[in-house]
């Protein structure tokens, strides 16, 4: 990688875009299916807003956004991209779903899709790679400078068990339950390269550090960082990486609304100096919200105080009331109000399905259907 590379695109102060990665489903038993090839043919012949692409196994493909300033425009637009992949599906005989893992797929089923990168994750990380068909939201938030990208990263990943508890939708794994509100995150720390970024201050510090694991031999890019969270020089922004994927895109969209107010709350605002402090608690943290969600307990490294992770959210939310007034998202933070205020989250709300259903596979066909808007909309 060039060192020019490593050089910083400004983009748009709080801009925003989403990636969502989607499961395939067949139509019989809702198992995974290994279309992600023939379903991309179908839609290359639609016309759609933003991009669709492949991702690591052919069980999955992944929607990214275009750039947005505004939530609604960006809900309208995930929609959109929606409704195109529920058509492409639909001609095939697929189901699409959203949701952080599969309920019971067996990861040892799973191909690679056939490009040379997912070629050569499989051959470095092994059976790791097929078990990677986990599937997340990540949201990238514009940034100036480099310099502001560091301070938002450290100063976002206090937040990031908000991003957890908020988004968990992976009770189940592999036809049982896993006891976490996100299970997936366990996929992802298994990797060497996960975790957080170092606690450098400067864009200069933070291309000095990447230099030396690269001088390493460790990492060639960005992209072998699988970080929470992390800075993309390229794109010019900070890309949350936390998130399971929600059920629906109107929650796909609130999420991307709570971390664009929460990046104007903290970059106009400089609220607190970054702290390595947060680094001391984030595993425990971290831990909490992936296995308790809003029931979690949180760690403030600012404070040294432990509270309920929904208190925390609850407090934040109310903080957030003038900054979410400037950018158009008070109604989007009011719905993620309700839900912290009622611990309603999808995780719970698949374990209420297989409670009511008593079968994974039904539990599957139901995500699917929350999914493509054909159930009766939970929002």
Partial sequence: MAAH??????????????????????????????????????????????????????????????????????LAELKQIRDAVVEAAARLNLNIAGGGSHPFHKWSERRIYPTERFGH????YGYLAKQYTVFGQHIHI????????????????????????????????????????????????????????????TWGEFVAYFEKMRGFGIVE?????????????EYGTVEIRVLDTPLTVEHAARLAAYAQTLAHYVLTRRPLPASADVYLVYKYNHFQACRYGLAATYIDAYTQRQLPLQRDILDTLELLHPHAAKLGTSEALGELRADADTRNSDANWLREMYRELGSLNDVARRQSEEWMGRAAARG
Wanted: net charge negative; proline share 7%.
């Fill in 5 to 74: 590379e490593m050089d910083f695109k400004p983009s748009q102060d709080l801009s925003i875009g989403v990636e969502l990665e989607l499961q395939i489903l067949n139509s019989r038993d809702y198992n995974l299916a290994r279309d992600a090839a023939d379903l991309l043919k179908v839609l290359e012949k639609l016309e759609h807003p933003g991009e669709i692409k492949p991702e690591i196994t052919e069980s999955m493909i992944e929607l990214n956004s275009s750039i947005h300033t505004r939530h609604e425009a960006l």
């Fill in 221 to 233: 890019s960005m992209k072998d960082f699988y970080w929470d969270i992390r800075p993309k020089p």
């Fill in 121 to 124: 994750l499989l051959e470095v």
């Fill in 142 to 201: 514009g940034c100036p400078n480099g310099d502001e990208a560091v301070y938002l990263t450290h100063m976002l990943s206090r937040y990031i068990p908000h991003f957890i508890a908020l988004s968990a939708s992976s009770p189940f794994q592999q036809g049982a339950d896993t006891g976490f509100q996100s299970s997936r995150l366990n996929t992802v720390s298994a990797f060497p390269l996960s975790g957080n970024m170092p606690f450098v201050t």
